[in-house]
């Protein structure tokens, strides 16, 4: 028998059948060591045979996933949604503030998996005018490197109207921190939803996780895909010399440095500096594709704050 995986708890899956059926599967030990090292062997979006016995026994092939590294096994990755058409990066320039790294280091891994990222710059009913400035300086960055962005607030409905012919019969991965409004925005979405979330924790200005496990949720045409808040992003399966070719931006002057094999970190001859130099490329791009870089050479996760 043949479905789709629509949640993960950790332990146990459900999956919806070719035949509308749900039911909750589980995976063998021995599946854990096919294919990459993982601590999640299935995930939402997976299409799996199972048995009679409510076992999962094979995975068709993937299309793409998103991963990163699992924070607390740094030699194994977590995906966290497979066969996805978009992911929305939910970000947020205050209450709480997403990092620009975290952006970045998203972007840069939908780009290795070939997922197409749409950003959407919630609460903006939060900020004050000099915020306002800030985040349409933040849209206008990644407007010019190439990247769809959205801005709306979850809270009041401005613009959530604007997104849904987006979503139309697509499968859409939902991913953010904790605490930028992915479950208020799925509610405002999907009426009958009823998510639950939360305050913004006054301590730390961080959000609190209101989503446990990765659940897809069905649209009149489409899926959301709901994930828990992600607080860092560690890279996971990238060689130093791909990581130019996941920021566009950066490889657009790659091509012109003197050395093929340039790391864009002081030779001589290099369009990338010379670019950072003039402004051609923002500084915080420069910086996030050096800490991944770093990420690379000390085999470390770092959390991006």
Not at 93 to 105: C, E, G, W
Not at 205 to 215: D, I, P, Q, V
Request: hydrophobic letters at 35%; charged letters at 25%; one cysteine or more.
């Amino acid at each position: 028998m043949k479905g789709l995986v629509v949640k993960n708890t950790g332990s146990w899956y459900t999956v919806r059948t070719d035949d509308g059926q749900l039911l909750d599967c589980k995976v063998k030990g021995n599946f854990r060591l096919k294919g990459i090292r993982t601590t999640n062997p299935v995930a939402v979006g997976d299409r799996v045979e199972i048995n009679e016995e409510g076992w999962i026994t094979s995975i068709e092939d993937r299309r793409n996933y998103i991963i990163r590294k699992s924070i607390n096994l740094s030699k194994q990755s977590h995906i966290i949604a497979a066969n996805v058409d978009q992911a929305f990066l939910i970000v947020t320039v205050a209450n709480p503030q997403t990092s620009t790294t975290f952006i970045d280091r998203f972007l840069a891994s939908a780009e290795a998996y070939r997922v197409p990222v749409v950003l959407i710059f919630n609460k903006t009913d939060l900020l004050d005018e000099d915020a306002l400035r800030y985040q349409q300086a933040v849209v206008n960055l990644y407007e010019t490197i190439g990247y769809e962005c959205r801005q709306i607030s979850a809270e009041t409905g401005e613009g959530v109207d604007d997104l849904r012919p987006m979503l139309d019969g697509k499968i859409t991965l939902l991913s953010g921190n904790s605490g930028v409004g992915k479950s208020t925005l799925i509610n405002r979405l999907v009426p009958g939803a009823n998510l639950r979330t939360a305050e913004i924790s006054d301590a730390h200005n961080t959000g609190m996780h209101t989503t446990t496990f990765s659940e897809m949720i069905s649209l009149t045409s489409g899926y959301l895909i709901d994930t828990p808040g992600i607080k860092g992003f560690g890279t996971f399966d990238m060689e130093p010399e791909e990581i130019t070719s996941y920021f566009k931006d950066i490889f657009h002057f790659s091509k012109d440095c003197r050395f093929s094999n340039c790391t864009h970190t002081h030779e001589p001859g290099c369009a990338v500096l010379k670019a950072v130099e003039e402004h051609y490329i923002a500084e915080s791009r420069y910086q996030s594709y050096l800490s991944m870089l770093d990420d690379k050479e000390e085999g470390k996760y770092r959390e991006a704050q």
